[in-house]
């Protein structure tokens, strides 16, 4: 049993479930060819760290870290577990 729950424990640890989104122009943030998506975060950490580095010197820009996303037919939309800026 404790074999189990150390697997379990090391697969949420592992799990990559943080998307950023980075908004290049924020006072065109409908234009979603602006947009710039990545997945697979391990970390918000690492989502912030990656804006950071696509913003560079990029004064007008937006940004949401996403955590536990699906998308949800239902809605049109993506229902996430918590949204960070």
Do not use: H, P, Q
Not at 11 to 32: A, L, P, R
Not at 58 to 76: F, H, L, V
Request: glycine residues 2%; contains cysteine; proline residues 0%.
């Amino acid at each position: 049993m404790s074999l189990l729950l150390i697997l379990v424990f090391l697969y949420w640890c592992s799990s990559n479930d943080w998307t950023g989104f980075y908004y290049s122009d924020k006072d065109n943030i409908g234009d979603e060819s602006t947009w710039t998506i990545k997945s697979d975060f391990i970390s918000l950490e690492e989502c912030r760290n990656w804006i950071d580095n696509v913003a560079w010197n990029n004064t007008n820009y937006d940004y949401e870290c996403w955590y536990k996303c699906k998308y949800k037919n239902d809605y049109w939309m993506y229902i996430c577990k918590e949204t960070v800026k």
